[in-house]
């Protein structure tokens, strides 16, 4: 069988087999980790919390996130992501299960943190994973599909969420408190799913025939051998490399809107003077938007396998929007704005995270991607907290909303000079 017809196959039965796996746990991890977004419209009130107190407790999930994402990392390039990541996918899911019976401001904090603690590593482990099974030039594609679970998973949580908060008073329990039990109970089931079906890697897979294998295992460490025109990176290099510090700055900016939008969105549609029942509904437009558009734009990015301009554009168009809140009165206006802002963030990330991958080899690459994410997720923390300080501060989302739109500005800098930074951190010294 000729290369073409190896290549074909092998790609199309790593597309089926893998992709689906990767897409199934970070769409259960993203509803387990956002579904506070919707639980707080009536939650906040049945536990007194204020939009600052609510911020920090959403924000405290990512000190938990950052904290445990580089042992967690390294932890599953030593054991395998067969049996590390059904492990983190029982911790979170019992987590966010228990988050239902939270009293107050301190247990809330608390379960938060520890969500974040389960979860830890599971993003840079999926493009740990992503990275060994997926060849150069399928990658974007790839990531795109599995990034697609996040809008994919807000807008499916937007629309099973009000039927679930309807559950309220059903056996004792409120309806937030049903929407993280029966949120939780897909992601236990998810990891007893990952623990059969994922393969240690290629050359372990049963259902990869002996030339489609070879094919594609010989791919791989080829590509792992030359990374594009970047040169190999070891342990050493990630952390102290300018340019790996540069994309971890440019997700932190990018993080900080895109979790202060996504876990403050729904009380701010409520606040444009949309209803309760409604609101969930409006939730979910943005997001089946940006689904659409990163696909198309990262098959586009792929066309011409550049990612810098790629992620550069979306990003600034992204700042641009937020920070063009300020003066829109109009609430449909405002809504658009916040949708331009929502798509840009999306359409950067599932471009721009192809340049750390591709940059990182072996346990470089685990350590690497799981210092970025959690650098980057300092912006995750930050995002939520300010937003909910200032709301309360102003009685307005206006300011907040400004605030993290410097953050993709700041993403859409970085990417358009990142190449330079490259070319100069691999010059002669």
Same mark, same amino acid.
């Given at each position: 069988?000729?290369?073409?017809?190896?290549?074909?196959?092998?790609?199309? #039965?790593?597309?089926?087999?893998?992709?689906?796996?990767?897409?199934?746990?970070?769409?259960?991890?993203?509803?387990?980790?956002?579904?506070?977004?919707?639980?707080?419209?009536?939650?906040?009130?049945?536990?007194?919390?204020?939009?600052?107190?609510? !911020?920090?407790?959403?924000?405290?999930?990512?000190?938990?996130?950052?904290?445990?994402?580089?042992?967690?990392?390294?932890?599953?390039?030593?054991?395998?992501?067969?049996?590390?990541?059904?492990?983190? @996918?029982?911790?979170?899911?019992?987590?966010?299960?228990?988050?239902?019976?939270?009293?107050?401001?301190?247990?809330?904090?608390?379960?938060?943190?520890?969500?974040?603690?389960?979860?830890?590593?599971?993003?840079?482990?999926?493009?740990?994973?992503?990275?060994?099974?997926?060849?150069?030039?399928?990658?974007?594609?790839?990531?795109?599909?599995?990034?697609?679970?996040?809008?994919?998973?807000? @807008?499916?949580?937007?629309?099973?969420?009000?039927?679930?908060?309807?559950?309220?008073?059903?056996?004792?329990?409120?309806?937030?408190?049903?929407?993280?039990?029966?949120?939780?109970?897909?992601?236990?089931?998810?990891?007893?799913?990952?623990?059969?079906? &994922?393969?240690?890697?290629?050359?372990?897979?049963? =259902?990869?025939?002996?030339?489609?294998?070879? =094919?594609?295992?010989?791919?791989?460490?080829?590509?792992?051998?030359?990374?594009?025109?970047?040169?190999?990176?070891?342990? #050493?290099?990630?952390?102290?490399?300018?340019?790996?510090?540069?994309?971890?700055?440019?997700?932190?900016?990018?993080?900080?809107?895109?979790?202060?939008?996504?876990?403050?969105?729904?009380? &701010? /549609?409520?606040?444009? !003077?949309?209803?309760?029942?409604?609101?969930?509904?409006?939730?979910?437009?943005?997001?089946?938007?940006?689904?659409?558009?990163?696909?198309?734009?990262?098959?586009? *990015?792929?066309?011409? &396998?550049?990612?810098?301009?790629?992620?550069?554009?979306?990003?600034?168009?992204?700042? /641009?929007?937020?920070?063009?809140?300020?003066?829109? #009165?109009?609430?449909?206006?405002?809504?658009?704005?916040?949708?331009?802002?929502?798509?840009?963030?999306?359409?950067?990330?599932?471009?721009? +995270?192809?340049?750390?991958?591709?940059?990182?080899?072996?346990?470089?690459?685990?350590?690497?991607?799981?210092?970025?994410?959690?650098?980057?997720?300092?912006? *995750?923390?930050?995002?939520?907290?300010?937003?909910? +300080?200032?709301?309360?501060?102003?009685?307005?989302? *206006?300011?907040?909303?400004?605030? /993290?739109?410097?953050?993709?500005? &700041?993403?859409?800098?970085?990417?358009?000079?990142?190449?330079?930074?490259? #070319?100069?951190?691999?010059?002669?010294?």
């Amino acid at each position: 069988m000729p290369d073409i017809e190896h290549e074909t196959a092998a790609v199309r #039965k790593v597309s089926l087999r893998i992709l689906p796996l990767l897409f199934a746990a970070y769409f259960v991890a993203y509803i387990d980790r956002v579904n506070v977004g919707f639980a707080a419209l009536t939650m906040n009130k049945a536990l007194g919390l204020s939009q600052e107190q609510y !911020g920090l407790a959403a924000g405290l999930f990512f000190v938990g996130y950052v904290a445990f994402a580089i042992p967690s990392n390294l932890i599953l390039a030593r054991i395998g992501g067969r049996v590390w990541l059904p492990i983190i @996918m029982a911790a979170w899911g019992c987590a966010s299960l228990v988050n239902a019976f939270v009293t107050g401001p301190s247990s809330f904090y608390l379960i938060r943190f520890v969500l974040g603690v389960g979860e830890a590593g599971l993003y840079p482990g999926l493009l740990y994973i992503l990275a060994m099974w997926a060849p150069g030039r399928y990658r974007v594609r790839m990531l795109m599909l599995m990034i697609l679970s996040t809008p994919f998973s807000i @807008m499916v949580g937007s629309l099973i969420s009000q039927p679930i908060l309807l559950l309220d008073g059903a056996a004792g329990l409120a309806g937030w408190q049903w929407l993280f039990i029966l949120q939780a109970l897909p992601t236990l089931a998810l990891g007893a799913v990952f623990w059969f079906a &994922m393969p240690e890697g290629p050359e372990t897979a049963p =259902w990869l025939p002996a030339g489609e294998k070879r =094919w594609l295992v010989s791919q791989l460490q080829a590509e792992r051998r030359q990374r594009e025109d970047v040169r190999h990176f070891n342990i #050493k290099d990630v952390f102290t490399s300018p340019v790996i510090w540069m994309i971890a700055l440019a997700g932190t900016g990018i993080n900080a809107a895109a979790y202060g939008l996504i876990l403050f969105l729904p009380q &701010m /549609i409520h606040a444009l !003077g949309v209803s309760s029942a409604m609101t969930p509904l409006v939730n979910a437009v943005p997001f089946a938007i940006a689904a659409i558009a990163m696909i198309f734009w990262s098959i586009h *990015s792929d066309l011409k &396998m550049e990612r810098n301009w790629h992620a550069a554009i979306p990003a600034a168009c992204a700042g /641009i929007a937020l920070i063009s809140c300020a003066l829109l #009165k109009d609430p449909v206006a405002i809504m658009v704005a916040l949708t331009f802002g929502i798509t840009g963030v999306f359409c950067y990330v599932s471009v721009f +995270w192809a340049v750390p991958s591709a940059m990182l080899t072996g346990p470089a690459a685990a350590a690497g991607l799981a210092l970025v994410n959690a650098v980057a997720n300092l912006g *995750s923390f930050v995002g939520p907290y300010l937003v909910g +300080w200032v709301r309360d501060a102003t009685g307005s989302y *206006s300011l907040g909303i400004v605030a /993290i739109g410097c953050g993709p500005v &700041m993403a859409a800098i970085v990417a358009a000079t990142l190449r330079s930074a490259r #070319k100069f951190e691999q010059s002669p010294q």
